[in-house]
Antibody, heavy 117, light 108 residues
Framework: EVQLVESGGGLVQPGGSLRLSCAAS????????MSWVRQAPGKGLEWVSV???????YYADSVKGRFTISRHNSKNTLYLQMNSLRAEDTAVYYC???????????WGRGTLVTVSS | DIQMTQSPSSLSASVGDRVTITCRAS??????LNWYQQKPGKAPKLLIY???SLQSGVPSRFSGSGSGTDFTLTISSLQPEDFATYYC??????????FGQGTKLEIK
């Protein structure tokens, strides 16, 4: 079955770090563009980051310099390392496949990150 | 950055109604416009890509149109399961994939 499963969310203090994982099955992460999208409570969707099949990475201005997207090819898993977390980073984080580089055709169920003291 | 603006922000309609949601881009994005449906507590679901192409498995009552800066999502005959929030997304100016603010479709 083709699916994405996120994990790693939780409660973290402001200034702290967290690493999210997104395990893929049924397709190869490294052959696709993969992205993270977040949704703050009661708010809309916000694109966060993308990693291209060639390895190039890009970020929204709101997370640039604090978040790092990466992948582990043999584990077929996507990651999002989040550092210097702020209250405004509180959101459900979704991973998604970008196919064929233009639209998000497969989404995970999301993982909740809460940044609070 | 390209800004995506949806209208209306919310909409009340009845089962069987024809509904249209509009998305406007701040500059031309050709046909690089996608539509998603999101139900409470669930991940978004792709409905329409490239402005007018129906994603596999999506009912034919959903349709999309437009190019350049103005786009529409139409539901020809609302069903109970269609009450949700709808988002447009541009994929012209990548690597940014900006979303509209969403349109919440509620039961009248």
């Amino acid at each position: 079955e083709v699916q994405l499963v996120e994990s790693g969310g939780g409660l973290v203090q402001p200034g702290g770090s967290l690493r999210l994982s997104c395990a893929a099955s049924g397709f190869t992460v490294s052959s696709n563009y993969m992205s993270w999208v977040r949704q703050a409570p009661g708010k809309g969707l916000e694109w966060v980051s993308v990693i291209y099949s060639g390895g190039s990475t890009y970020y929204a201005d709101s997370v640039k310099g604090r978040f790092t997207i990466s992948r582990h090819n043999s584990k077929n898993t996507l990651y999002l390392q989040m550092n210097s977390l702020r209250a405004e980073d509180t959101a459900v984080y979704y991973c998604a496949r970008v196919y064929p580089r233009r639209y998000f055709d497969l989404w995970g169920r999301g993982t909740l990150v809460t940044v609070s003291s | 950055d390209i800004q995506m603006t949806q209208s209306p922000s919310s909409l009340s309609a009845s089962v069987g109604d024809r509904v249209t949601i509009t998305c406007r881009a701040s500059q031309s994005i050709s046909s690089y416009l996608n539509w998603y449906q999101q139900k409470p507590g669930k991940a978004p679901k792709l409905l329409i890509y490239a402005a007018s192409s129906l994603q596999s498995g999506v009912p034919s009552r959903f349709s999309g149109s437009g190019s350049g800066t103005d786009f529409t999502l139409t539901i020809s005959s609302l069903q109970p399961e269609d009450f949700a929030t709808y988002y447009c997304q541009q994929s012209y100016s990548t690597p940014g994939y900006g979303f509209g603010q969403g349109t919440k479709l509620e039961i009248k």
